[in-house]
């Protein structure tokens, strides 16, 4: 069984550039969930995807934006980019939209100059 | 969302049992009581969840009161491996579309 997959490790960016983030779900799950965590922080829930949908949305702006694939893979897209977006970006996967057990990711570290 | 309290940090030492109380006062009829488990530059680790009485696995055991207002994550003979950040959320059995909302966990740190 494979587990949740994400790319890449580590990023460097400059203040109004756009990223583009990538997750592969766990085998047989088809509900991926985006997190930013803050140094320091608990991870803050950006938005989720179900069977390509968005499902629901965290208080984040209309620039963080997702894409779900037919094969449950998903993207985290982020346009303009802020200083303060630096953060580890970690995705989620679950089968369902229940909430019981979600399986995270190792994280994305975005580090923007 | 039923807000959580927990303590910022712990110190314990190998070998020893730890024990960290989680508050949650305005819990709903069908929300339940999860714990995560975070190692630096790793993505949280679903450790149990219960909705009463006691929950034990390979890893811990979860103690819900009758009222539910509170639960206790228990580990039993800790190891420095076991130096983490530990978060208490509460989800709704219901689905939702508002996230697993984590508060800041509480940092655990084993001394040998």
């Known amino acids: 069984e494979t587990g949740v997959t994400q790319s890449p490790t580590h990023l460097i960016k400059t203040r109004g550039q756009q990223v583009t983030l990538r997750c592969s779900s766990q085998s047989g799950h088809n509900t991926v969930s985006w997190y930013q965590q803050a140094l320091g922080q608990g991870p803050q829930f950006i938005f989720q995807y179900y069977r390509e949908e968005e499902n629901g949305r965290g208080n984040f702006p209309p620039r963080f934006s997702g894409l779900q694939f037919p094969n449950y893979s998903s993207e985290l897209n982020v346009n303009a980019l802020e200083l303060d977006d630096s953060a580890l970006y970690l995705c989620?996967?679950?089968?369902?939209?229940?909430?019981?057990?979600?399986?995270f990711g190792p994280g994305t570290r975005l580090l923007v100059l | 969302l039923a807000k959580t309290t927990q303590p910022i940090s712990m110190d314990s030492y190998e070998g020893q049992e730890v024990n960290i109380t989680c508050s949650h006062n305005n819990i709903a009829t069908n929300d339940y009581i999860t714990w995560y488990q975070q190692f630096p530059s790793q993505g949280p680790r679903f450790i149990i969840q219960?909705?009463?009485t006691k929950v034990t696995n390979e890893v811990a055991s979860l103690f819900i009161p009758a009222d539910r207002k509170s639960s206790t994550l228990s580990l039993p003979r800790v190891s420095l491996s076991d130096t983490a950040v530990y978060y208490c959320l509460v989800v709704s059995s219901g689905g939702g579309a508002d996230g697993l909302t984590f508060g800041k966990g509480t940092h655990l740190i084993i001394q040998p």
């Open positions: 989620a996967s679950s089968l369902g939209t229940g909430w019981e057990t979600q399986y």
């Open positions: 219960g909705y009463k």
